[in-house]
């Protein structure tokens, strides 16, 4: 199944959203450190309800040590300087789908060593700057999952 990775994170209830759509969809979930809060946090809890023991959550201590453990997959850059519309990848089962933080999306540096045409936007209106987090990454990671013909799913 997919991955879902959240880079330094810095929104509580957005990563709460985001642990409960990934037990819902068998996405595993990676953050990347350093993040903006406490895991132990009552909004992180509150928003991912009970679905935290059903997630697989894997912390990163920082961007190097996550690039080692994902070895071998292809990460797309899911960001709003994407150079292709996500619908327009045809997504493999073991990708990668990095999202930036709520406040500052990917660094540069991170943008830079992924190739152009791995770098995934949502189309939007026109003078909109962002979608919020979780939104965009369920958009994604349910786009990736249809074209597995929503493998695992009931």
Known sequence: ????????????????????????????????????????????????????????????????????????????????KGSRFHDQIDYLDDDVLLFGSETHGLPDNVLQSIDASCRLRIPMRPGSRSLNLSNAVAIISHEAWRQQGFAGGV
């Open 1 to 80: 199944m997919f991955h879902i990775a959240l880079y330094e994170p810095r929104i509580a209830p957005n990563t709460g959203n985001i642990i409960r759509l990934a037990a819902n969809n068998g996405c595993s979930l990676h953050l990347i450190e350093p993040l903006g809060f406490d895991l132990e946090e009552k909004k992180l809890r509150r928003a991912g309800l009970d679905y935290h023991d059903m997630a697989n959550v894997t912390r990163h201590p920082n961007y190097d040590a996550f690039l080692e453990a994902m070895k071998g997959r292809r990460i797309l850059a899911c960001t709003t």
